[in-house]
C-alpha cells in the first residue's frame, strides 16, 4: 500500500518534498485507522537540482560522502515527523541543503546494518559503517555498496537476521554543470533516478523486501 502511494506521488511529479510527505502521511494515516493498527513508519525524501541535494523527513542519519572519503552525518530527527502517527504533520517538516561535487554522494541504509548483531551480540553500529563507506568510496558505487554488504555479512556470520538490510548509495559523477550521466542499478525491474541526475545508483537489499524509496521496510 505504502509502494503504491509512493509511486502514484512520483508518477504526478510532486517534487515538492513538503506536500509528498503530507499527501503520503494522510494516506498512510487513514489507512492505519481503517485497519485499526499502531503500525507507522520513517522516510525520507532526497531532492536533487545544480549540484544540490536537499533532504527532507525522518530516518536513520543520512551520510554524506566527499570526494576522497570524508564523511558527514546528517541528523534527520528534526527534519521531519513519523509516518502514520498524525494525520497533519506539515508544521514538522524541514530540510537541510548539501551541496555536491564530483565525487562526492550519499549514503542511506535501513537500520537493519548498524543494528545488526554479530554471534557474540556486539553491534555493528554507525561508525563501523561510515569507516567502511570512507575506505571504499575510492570505488565506483557499486564496489561501495558491496564492500558494505560483504562487511554486514561478515560480522553478522551464522547469526540470524532479525531486520531487513537495505543500502542506497549515490555517488556524483561529474560536476553539477556537466552532461555526464551514470547511473547503475544493481535491483531488478525498478526505476532510477530520473536522467537529469548526473549520479550513479546502485541499491541492495539483502532480503529482497519490496523497496519503497528511502523508506523503513516492512512496517507498514
Given at each position: 500500500?505504502?509502494?503504491?502511494?509512493?509511486?502514484?506521488?512520483?508518477?504526478?511529479?510532486?517534487?515538492?518534498?513538503?506536500?509528498f510527505?503530507?499527501?503520503?502521511?494522510?494516506?498512510?494515516?487513514?489507512?492505519?485507522?481503517?485497519?485499526?493498527?499502531?503500525?507507522?513508519?520513517t522516510?525520507?525524501?532526497?531532492?536533487?537540482?545544480?549540484?544540490?541535494?536537499?533532504?527532507?523527513?525522518?530516518?536513520?542519519?543520512?551520510i554524506?560522502?566527499?570526494n576522497?572519503?570524508?564523511?558527514?552525518?546528517?541528523?534527520?530527527?528534526?527534519?521531519?515527523?513519523?509516518?502514520?502517527?498524525?494525520?497533519e504533520?506539515?508544521?514538522?517538516?524541514?530540510?537541510?541543503?548539501?551541496?555536491?561535487?564530483?565525487?562526492?554522494?550519499?549514503?542511506?541504509?535501513?537500520?537493519?546494518?548498524?543494528?545488526?548483531?554479530?554471534?557474540?551480540?556486539?553491534?555493528?553500529?554507525?561508525?563501523?559503517?561510515?569507516?567502511?563507506?570512507?575506505?571504499?568510496?575510492?570505488?565506483?558505487?557499486?564496489?561501495?555498496?558491496?564492500?558494505?554488504?560483504?562487511?554486514?555479512?561478515?560480522?553478522?556470520?551464522?547469526q540470524?537476521v532479525?531486520?531487513?538490510?537495505?543500502?542506497?548509495?549515490?555517488?556524483?559523477?561529474s560536476?553539477?554543470?556537466?552532461?555526464?550521466?551514470?547511473?547503475?542499478?544493481?535491483?531488478?525491474?525498478?526505476?532510477?533516478?530520473?536522467?537529469?541526475?548526473?549520479?550513479?545508483?546502485?541499491?541492495?537489499?539483502?532480503?529482497k523486501?519490496?523497496?519503497?524509496?528511502?523508506?523503513?521496510?516492512g512496517?507498514?
Open positions: 500500500m505504502t509502494q503504491t502511494a509512493v509511486r502514484t506521488l512520483k508518477e504526478v511529479r510532486e517534487i515538492d518534498p513538503v506536500k510527505l503530507e499527501t503520503l502521511n494522510r494516506t498512510i494515516y487513514k489507512n492505519v485507522i481503517r485497519m485499526n493498527s499502531e503500525k507507522n513508519l522516510l525520507v525524501v532526497l531532492t536533487y537540482s545544480e549540484g544540490k541535494i536537499r533532504i527532507s523527513g525522518q530516518h536513520e542519519e543520512t554524506v560522502v566527499r576522497g572519503g570524508e564523511i558527514e552525518r546528517i541528523n534527520t530527527m528534526n527534519l521531519g515527523f513519523p509516518i502514520g502517527l498524525d494525520e504533520i506539515g508544521d514538522f517538516i524541514a530540510h537541510t541543503t548539501i551541496e555536491l561535487n564530483a565525487g562526492d554522494g550519499v549514503v542511506l541504509y535501513t537500520d537493519g546494518i548498524p543494528e545488526a548483531y554479530n554471534i557474540d551480540k556486539q553491534q555493528y553500529g554507525i561508525e563501523r559503517l561510515c569507516k567502511v563507506i570512507s575506505q571504499s568510496w575510492d570505488g565506483s558505487a557499486e564496489e561501495v555498496k558491496q564492500a558494505v554488504i560483504d562487511d554486514v555479512r561478515g560480522f553478522i556470520g551464522e540470524k532479525f531486520d531487513d538490510i537495505t543500502l542506497v548509495v549515490l555517488k556524483q559523477t560536476s553539477p554543470n556537466e552532461e555526464s550521466f551514470d547511473n547503475e542499478e544493481s535491483f531488478d525491474n525498478e526505476e532510477s533516478f530520473d536522467n537529469e541526475e548526473s549520479f550513479e545508483e546502485v541499491y541492495e537489499n539483502v532480503r523486501r519490496r523497496r519503497l524509496g528511502f523508506s523503513r521496510r512496517k507498514i
